[in-house]
């Protein structure tokens, strides 16, 4: 055999053996993930990694708000979504199949006043004496939320609860764009806001706001964003959703590493590292599913109108935990609890 040929040869062979190699991968299953923005950068920041351990790979699209994303699932164009626990109730109204396999994100609301408001964490009492004195002057406490959100329902709650009428003894304004909080805020236009730590951090950390209550003692516990998927796949290609709920718990367990989460997120989004820290003060990546947290939702929409009924007996329905149980070898009864609570920052 001539030099020339030798060469040839060897050449084929390591052409052949690239070909086998590239034959032998598994085909990589695509999922197409809708997502808020930034609802869930440090997990996606990990997609390609361990979407590839277990044969995925995921397409990170994002949506501006939840139906949407609710719809896409029903027709198929996306594999799975993250809302928060509200969603889940509108789609079972909507009759919507759709089923909640695994939890993402925890947290992330709050009440936060001006910094000159005469009261401190979680005091309730001193808060209704300023109202009742405001009031008394026609000078009511202007509070803003945006409609139709979950910190407005909340808001609302927490008032009535605590012996503030919503309707007569405030002012709540409508401000429709969460990113204009901080704003209204900062320009003393509003004395308080109902909103998420995202955009309340940044006027808290300038010193010029402060947070009144972290609202998690609602029916609706923790505010709690769940991986939805519509019902057809758990039972045509459960496979993929098992990829899908593992692929996810190994991450959210590697994002217990704060100096990883904090450092991952800061770079996926682009924050300032002490934004981030704020963030994660009262949020947090957990995969239990609270499914009495999601019953209590049912019940808040209902009493606000929401809903035309209260749907919480419908709400177990949608629920399967049997990919979650697999994934972490625990059973439903340690899954349905998140234990979590934020770190109070006053």
Known sequence: MGRRTAVFLTIV????????????????????????????????AYYKEYGERHGLRYDVLNFGAGVPILQALVKGDIEMGCLPHQHLIRAIEEGMDIVAVAGCLTGAIELTVDRDLPVGYGDWAGLRRIIQE????????????????????????????????????????????????GRVLQMKQVEMVSTMTLFAGPVRLQGQAKVFWFPYDAPSGNVNAQILVARRLVRERPDTVQRIVTSHV?????????????????????????????????????????????????????????????????????????????????????????????????
């Open 13 to 44: 062979m390591a052409g052949l053996v690239a070909v086998a190699s590239v034959l032998a991968q598994p085909r990589l299953v695509t999922v197409r993930a809708g997502v808020l923005p930034g609802l869930l950068a440090g997990a996606v």
């Open 134 to 181: 405001r009031k008394a002057r026609g000078q009511p406490l202007t509070i803003a939320s945006s409609q139709g959100s979950y910190p407005a329902l909340m808001l609302r709650w927490q008032l009535k609860n605590n012996g503030i009428d919503p309707d007569r003894d405030v002012k709540i304004v409508n401000v429709a764009a969460f990113p204009d909080h």
């Open 250 to 346: 190994e991450i959210f367990n590697l994002l217990k590493d704060r100096r990883r989460l904090i450092e991952v997120e800061a770079k996926q989004t682009g924050r300032p590292v002490p934004l981030v820290q704020e963030l994660f003060k009262n949020q947090a990546y957990l995969y239990e599913m609270d499914v009495n947290a999601n019953k209590g939702m049912a019940k808040m929409m209902h009493e606000v109108g929401w809903t035309k009924t209260d749907l919480g007996a419908k709400v177990e329905e949608h629920f399967d935990f049997s990919f979650l149980e697999r994934a972490t070898r625990q059973d439903r009864r340690s899954l349905s609890v998140v234990r979590w609570a934020p770190e109070v920052t006053r």
